[in-house]
């Protein structure tokens, strides 16, 4: 839940600094070499052998989720919630449990609960109403197509953090794949050429009135290290699946926060496809309190459950030497 709440608020803080002249590359190198260098100095002043197990046992991993779930997520983010309202922008993205569930079944061979698919199929109608798809023409194609992205690269999160994090602490995993996305978004855009002078800027965006560096912090400390490092912790107690469908609670901080900071409001259907979405998450959830496949050592095996294709959830895990 705090994850959730946390990367609620990136949609308005991205907005702002896109009307602060930043483009969606300088928002995601900000926050993302922020959060790296506080991070990485925190577990490499508290866990060097930590460090430096996970970097050399699971740095395969760790480069999928730096790359994939840390820089592609934040940068198409960025160009999202530029383009379209941060409350359609947030459950576009959010079609991430439809592809996690869907990959674990029909890939991994984990069979679902019958009340999932449901609770997956009346989610799909609610993000259906909320994109208003007879309308469309309303919505920017970039913005959706970018939305949609954040959805596929957010559910690499899901599916490939356990693997991690069944022998590495997600404090040093969450270090790792944040600098790896920081480093890959320097690659690509160097950081000598970020405007460092707008930073000392006031920018005014709807109610909001802020020095543009105090919108930085909040979103690189706030919407990024305290909201991936207590999403990535969540997933050690929880299966792929349930990790996505409770990120979902963004949903609602994503609405709130556009309408507390941007004066954004959506529209009658929006907001009932926003119910909708939410009614089929409680439904999916209801399942995994009752299905004898999801408890107990669903609960405490979490992610890694799923790691070896058609091993259930509650499965015992085999040693790596296979006693």
Request: hydrophobic fraction near 55%; charged fraction near 10%; charge should be positive.
């Amino acid at each position: 839940m705090v994850s959730a709440c946390t990367f609620g608020t990136v949609g308005p803080a991205t907005k702002v600094l896109s009307s602060a002249g930043l483009t969606a590359m300088e928002i995601a190198q900000a926050r993302l070499t922020f959060a790296a260098v506080l991070l990485l100095a925190f577990v490499a002043l508290t866990r060097p052998r930590a460090l430096v197990a996970a970097a050399r046992q699971a740095y395969g991993v760790i480069a999928v989720l730096g790359v994939f779930s840390f820089a592609t997520l934040q940068t198409l983010c960025g160009v999202a919630v530029a383009r379209i309202p941060v409350g359609v922008f947030v459950v576009l993205q959010f079609l991430s449990p439809v592809i996690v569930v869907g990959w674990l079944r029909c890939v991994r061979r984990v069979p679902q609960p019958r009340l999932v698919w449901a609770g997956t199929g009346v989610v799909l109608a609610g993000l259906l109403l909320v994109g208003e798809v007879w309308s469309r023409l309303r919505l920017d194609v970039v913005g959706v197509l970018a939305a949609l992205g954040t959805a596929a690269a957010l559910s690499v999160r899901f599916l490939v953090a356990g693997r991690a994090l069944a022998r590495h602490d997600p404090v040093t995993v969450a270090a790792l794949g944040i600098a790896i996305g920081a480093l890959a978004l320097n690659v690509v855009s160097p950081v000598t050429a970020f405007p460092y002078g707008t930073l000392r800027d006031t920018v005014r965006y709807e109610s909001v009135s802020a020095p543009v560096w105090v919108v930085v912090v909040w979103a690189a400390f706030v919407a990024t290290l305290v909201a991936y490092l207590s999403g990535i912790a969540a997933q050690q107690f929880l299966a792929p699946s349930a990790a996505s469908l409770f990120a979902t609670l963004e949903v609602v901080a994503g609405a709130g926060a556009a309408y507390l900071f941007l004066g954004e409001t959506l529209t009658p259907v929006q907001c009932a496809g926003v119910v909708t979405v939410l009614a089929g998450v409680g439904l999916a959830q209801r399942s995994m309190r009752t299905s004898p496949g999801t408890r107990g050592p669903a609960a405490t095996v979490g992610a890694a459950a799923y790691d070896r294709p058609g091993r259930t959830a509650g499965e015992p895990e085999q040693s790596p030497r296979g006693t």
